[in-house]
């Protein structure tokens, strides 16, 4: 296998188009998901009903949950629970207990009856445990927000349910902040057995609140991340090489970066940074610095600016409520 060598231009132009950056095919670990998968293990270690993650658009709870399924499924002991992840309709054209038999891989007629939708759900997850010999089921939702009672009142039967075979279900679920606007409509409704079991115990998504978050998210850019594969070259060091061997870690323009993004946030009238805009406008960063790439290196303000103008933060304040 030929070495990636990161200062031969010849390699750099080959590998340059399938970059994750470029492609915009990668995952990053930010400060924001370790306190959550500490939360998600705990959950499902000691059994609880529910945990529920909230947070505006953009936020990275979407990432968070496929990180959080990842994370049960790798965990040593885990090994004997069965993970589920669905993703619930926010048009509301699909019911979650269809939702849940969907992802279950099994047949639905084209005029399903709820009560064998739910006895093939229920058959389909208490084999999957027997064939670990188990007796957890661990549900993760995206976009839980959009649940409407009667689905709460599924998820309450299938736990129910459940139980009476000794097998006991988690659900784990990503919510936009509207979640709140459920919780609200289940105390009108006089439906607080159903508040106790999936909404008991909400948590805001951390995000970037502060330079240290960036520093240490950029470092990850400057270090862990690497790209070819087999390679040690880290996504700092394939778009910067001459820079990153002078010395250069986008890590140490972190306060540079987020104070322009923070004139950014000023004047969208936002009071958080989305966490997808954050990333966006570090991926922009080094795509665009490198043609500047030379030994001695230094981020150029105008790069910044000029990223964080591209990363159209504008574009957000329609999804995004002002907190």
């Known amino acids: 296998m030929q070495v990636y060598e990161p200062t031969d231009l010849a390699m750099q132009l080959k590998y340059f188009p399938n970059h994750p950056l470029i492609i915009k095919d990668y995952t990053i670990v930010t400060p924001s998901i370790p306190p959550v998968l500490n939360i998600v293990a705990e959950t499902v270690m000691l059994h609880k009903r529910s ?24 965990g040593q002991s885990f090994k004997d629970r069965f993970c589920l992840m669905i993703t619930a309709d926010p048009r509301r054209h699909e019911l979650i207990i269809r939702t849940i038999v969907r992802n279950l891989n099994l047949a639905i007629p084209s005029q399903p009856k709820l009560e064998n939708l739910r006895r093939d759900a229920l058959a389909a997850i208490e084999n999957k445990l027997r064939s670990v010999n188990g007796r957890h089921f661990v549900l993760l939702i995206d976009e839980m927000q959009a649940l409407l009672i009667t689905e709460y009142e599924h998820l309450q039967f299938l736990q129910n349910e459940l139980a009476l075979q000794g097998i006991d279900m988690t659900v784990i679920g990503f919510a936009q902040t509207q979640v709140d606007d459920s919780i609200t409509l289940l105390r009108e409704h006089g439906r607080p057995e159903l508040l106790v079991r999936f909404l008991n115990e909400v948590y805001d998504l951390p995000h970037c609140k502060n330079v240290g978050w960036l520093t240490e998210t950029l470092t990850l850019f400057d270090e862990k991340m690497t790209y070819p594969s087999n390679s040690k070259c880290t996504y700092t060091e394939f778009f910067l090489p001459l820079a990153f ?3 250069f870690r986008l890590a140490d323009s972190a306060k540079l970066i987020f104070l322009q993004m923070e004139q950014a946030i000023r004047e969208a009238s936002l009071k958080l940074f989305p966490t997808a805009h954050v990333l966006e406008v570090c991926r922009l960063i080094l795509i665009r610095a490198k043609k500047l790439d030379h030994a001695g290196f230094e981020l150029p303000q105008d790069v910044v600016k000029a990223a964080v103008a591209e990363a159209n933060l504008a574009s957000y304040t329609t999804n995004l409520t002002k907190k």
């Open 51 to 74: 945990v529920c993650f909230r947070a505006y658009p953009q936020m990275g709870k979407s990432t968070a949950c496929r990180l959080s399924r990842a994370a049960i499924d790798e």
């Open 245 to 247: 061997a002078g010395g």
